[in-house]
């Protein structure tokens, strides 16, 4: 058998084979683009909604804290993170972290009603004093930020 008669058997050779491998790999580099281009756009919108804009919450120290007549008990563990509340409830979720372009993830928790706030982190912790307020905490390249502003549905107790 000749070569020219094997290459004939299997499509090979010729420009017919070249332009269908062209267009097969033009195809999937088109799925796959926009299947990651509608991942990256879902990430963003989800860490839009779970960041809403807001003023700072007051920071207080340990001391203010203590002092402040709140004892923030209710306490849920995510993500590493300690997020504890005096009352109110609250919902938390990861987010894609810097605004959702980031692959690396990012705990937010949102409080309705939170009187004070004790987020617990390996760096330590951070105290927040948003009283009747409702807030939102992020902990974001290892740093805690917290706004007075929350979007999510709370209408049950969490952590």
């Known amino acids: ?29 088109v ?16 860490a839009r ?17 203590l002092a402040s007549g709140f004892s923030a008990t209710n306490r849920a563990d995510f993500g590493g993170v300690g ?3 005096a009352y109110g409830y609250t919902v938390c979720s990861d987010i894609n972290d810097d605004g959702g372009r980031s692959p690396a993830q990012a705990p937010v928790c949102q409080f309705n009603d939170p009187g004070a706030l004790d987020i617990a982190t390996p760096a330590g912790h951070t105290y927040y004093l948003p009283q009747t307020k409702p807030a939102t905490v992020i902990v974001s390249h290892g740093r805690v930020s ?14």
């Not at 004939?8 to 033009?26: K, P, Y």
């Not at 926009?34 to 963003?44: D, I, V």
């Not at 807001?54 to 120290?61: E, F």
């Open 83 to 85: 997020f504890a509340r």
């Open 31 to 46: 799925v796959i683009g926009g299947w990651l281009m509608a991942m990256r756009y879902t990430a963003e919108a989800k």
């Open 49 to 65: 909604e779970w960041t809403p804009a807001g003023a700072p919450c007051p920071a207080i120290s340990q001391a203010a804290y």
């Open 146 to 159: 917290c706004v007075l502003a929350a979007n999510q549905h709370m209408d049950s107790p969490g952590g």
């Open 1 to 29: 058998m000749s070569s020219d008669y094997i290459a004939g058997i299997h499509g090979g050779g010729g420009r017919r084979g070249w332009i269908v491998a062209a267009a097969m790999g033009l195809l999937a580099v």
